[in-house]
C-alpha cells in the first residue's frame, strides 16, 4: 500500500470521507472534529522512513507490535512458533533434484516456490512436470491472465507446487500453503520474512526451506540469527535418492535438448562450477 501512495488515492478517500482537504492538520481542528474514520495499518515489515510514513496523514500514532510469550520487549521481526524454519547447503545444479525428491519421495504438497524471475519458474516447473509426472505443478507471474484461478486451483489442492517470483510474496492471499521453498534466497531479510509469511498463517503449522551454495550459506544464516533470534536448522535428504533423481534429469535434458552433446553442455557445466563437489549435507533435521 505504502508504494501507492504517491498516486493520492489515499488522499481522495480522506477527503471523501472529511468532506474537506485534510493535508494541513492542526491540533484545534482534531478537538473540533471527531473523526469519523480510522487508519490501521497492518505490516509485516512495517517501514521506519519517516518520508514514506509522513504520506499516510497519521496523528498521534499508535504502535502494537508482535510478542513471544516470554519476550519482554518486542523484536522487529517475530514468527510464528508453528514455523519450521530450515535451509539446505547444495550445489545449484542439484536444486531441482531436491525440489523433486521433497515433494515425490516426502509428499510434500501445497508447496509454494520461490525463483528469482519468471524465466526461471518456467523453466523450473516444466522440468519439475517431467521429473514428477504424478504431481501437478504449475508456475505463475505477473504475465499470466488468470492467477485468481491459479491460486484457487493451489488453495482448494488442485496443484501441488505452485512456482512464482517475489511478486506473490507480499500483497496477495494465498490460502493454505504448508510449505514454502526458496529456489533463490532472498535478497534481503525482509523478502525472506514476507516469503516465509506465506505460511503458518493464523495458528497452523507451515515450512520454510532454502537451498543455499555454499558461499552463501554463512552469510545467509548469520543474518537470519541475528534478526529474529531463531535456531534455524539444516535439512538432511538422502545422498542416493538425489543422486537418483539427478540421474532422471540428465536424461530428461538430454531430450530436452533433443542430444546428449546439449545435455552434458549442461551438467558438466554447472558440475565444474561446484568443482565436482557431492551436495553438501550435514547431520541434522531427517525428513
Same mark, same amino acid.
Given at each position: 500500500?505504502?508504494?501507492? &501512495?504517491?498516486?493520492?488515492?489515499?488522499?481522495?478517500?480522506?477527503?471523501?470521507? $472529511? @468532506?474537506?482537504?485534510?493535508?494541513?492538520?492542526? !491540533?484545534?481542528?482534531?478537538? @473540533?472534529?471527531?473523526? #469519523?474514520?480510522?487508519?490501521?495499518?497492518?505490516?509485516?515489515? !512495517?517501514?521506519?522512513? +519517516?518520508?514514506?510514513?509522513?504520506?499516510?496523514?497519521?496523528?498521534?500514532?499508535?504502535?502494537?507490535?508482535? %510478542?513471544?510469550? @516470554?519476550?519482554? *520487549?518486542?523484536?522487529?521481526? &517475530? %514468527?510464528?512458533?508453528?514455523?519450521?524454519?530450515?535451509?539446505?547447503?547444495?550445489?545449484?545444479?542439484?536444486?531441482? +533434484?531436491?525440489?523433486?525428491?521433497?515433494? /515425490?519421495?516426502? #509428499?510434500?504438497?501445497?508447496?509454494?516456490?520461490?525463483?528469482?524471475?519468471?524465466?526461471?519458474?518456467?523453466?523450473?516447473?516444466?522440468?519439475?512436470?517431467?521429473?514428477?509426472?504424478?504431481?501437478?505443478?504449475? $508456475?505463475?507471474? /505477473?504475465?499470466?491472465?488468470?492467477?485468481?484461478?491459479?491460486?484457487?486451483?493451489?488453495?482448494?489442492?488442485?496443484?501441488?507446487?505452485?512456482?512464482?517470483?517475489?511478486? %506473490?510474496?507480499? =500483497?496477495?492471499?494465498?490460502?493454505?500453503?504448508?510449505?514454502?521453498?526458496?529456489?533463490?534466497?532472498? #535478497?534481503?531479510?525482509? =523478502?525472506? &520474512?514476507?516469503?516465509? =509469511?506465506? *505460511?503458518?498463517? +493464523?495458528?497452523?503449522?507451515?515450512?520454510? !526451506?532454502? !537451498?543455499?551454495?555454499?558461499?552463501?550459506?554463512?552469510?545467509?544464516?548469520?543474518?537470519?540469527?541475528?534478526?529474529?533470534?531463531?535456531?534455524?536448522?539444516?535439512?538432511?535428504?538422502?545422498?542416493? +535418492?538425489?543422486?537418483?533423481?539427478?540421474?532422471? %534429469?540428465?536424461?530428461?535434458?538430454?531430450?530436452?535438448? =533433443?542430444?546428449?552433446?546439449?545435455?552434458?553442455?549442461?551438467?558438466?557445466? @554447472?558440475?565444474?562450477?561446484?568443482?565436482?563437489?557431492?551436495?553438501?549435507?550435514?547431520?541434522?533435521?531427517?525428513?
Amino acid at each position: 500500500m505504502m508504494e501507492n &501512495v504517491q498516486n493520492d488515492w489515499l488522499f481522495y478517500l480522506q477527503k471523501h470521507l $472529511d @468532506n474537506q482537504p485534510i493535508s494541513h492538520l492542526t !491540533l484545534n481542528h482534531r478537538i @473540533n472534529k471527531i473523526s #469519523k474514520y480510522q487508519k490501521l495499518l497492518f505490516s509485516a515489515t !512495517l517501514s521506519t522512513d +519517516a518520508e514514506r510514513l509522513k504520506k499516510l496523514n497519521l496523528f498521534q500514532p499508535v504502535l502494537f507490535a508482535a %510478542m513471544k510469550h @516470554n519476550q519482554d *520487549t518486542p523484536s522487529k521481526f &517475530v %514468527m510464528p512458533e508453528q514455523l519450521k524454519q530450515y535451509y539446505l547447503i547444495v550445489e545449484p545444479y542439484l536444486k531441482p +533434484a531436491v525440489i523433486a525428491e521433497l515433494i /515425490s519421495g516426502h #509428499k510434500w504438497r501445497r508447496v509454494l516456490c520461490f525463483c528469482k524471475s519468471a524465466v526461471e519458474a518456467d523453466r523450473l516447473s516444466n522440468l519439475i512436470s517431467q521429473l514428477c509426472p504424478d504431481i501437478k505443478v504449475r $508456475d505463475i507471474s /505477473s504475465k499470466i491472465p488468470n492467477r485468481v484461478q491459479l491460486i484457487h486451483e493451489f488453495s482448494v489442492g488442485h496443484i501441488d507446487l505452485l512456482i512464482c517470483t517475489d511478486i %506473490m510474496g507480499r =500483497g496477495i492471499d494465498i490460502p493454505n500453503v504448508r510449505h514454502v521453498i526458496s529456489y533463490d534466497p532472498a #535478497k534481503h531479510f525482509k =523478502g525472506y &520474512v514476507h516469503r516465509a =509469511g506465506r *505460511t503458518a498463517r +493464523a495458528g497452523t503449522e507451515g515450512t520454510v !526451506l532454502t !537451498l543455499l551454495s555454499n558461499d552463501q550459506a554463512n552469510s545467509f544464516i548469520q543474518t537470519l540469527r541475528h534478526n529474529n533470534k531463531v535456531n534455524i536448522n539444516e535439512l538432511e535428504l538422502s545422498e542416493l +535418492a538425489l543422486e537418483k533423481k539427478s540421474k532422471l %534429469m540428465e536424461k530428461i535434458l538430454q531430450c530436452f535438448h =533433443g542430444s546428449t552433446k546439449a545435455s552434458n553442455t549442461y551438467t558438466n557445466s @554447472n558440475k565444474s562450477k561446484a568443482k565436482n563437489r557431492r551436495p553438501q549435507i550435514k547431520q541434522s533435521i531427517v525428513l
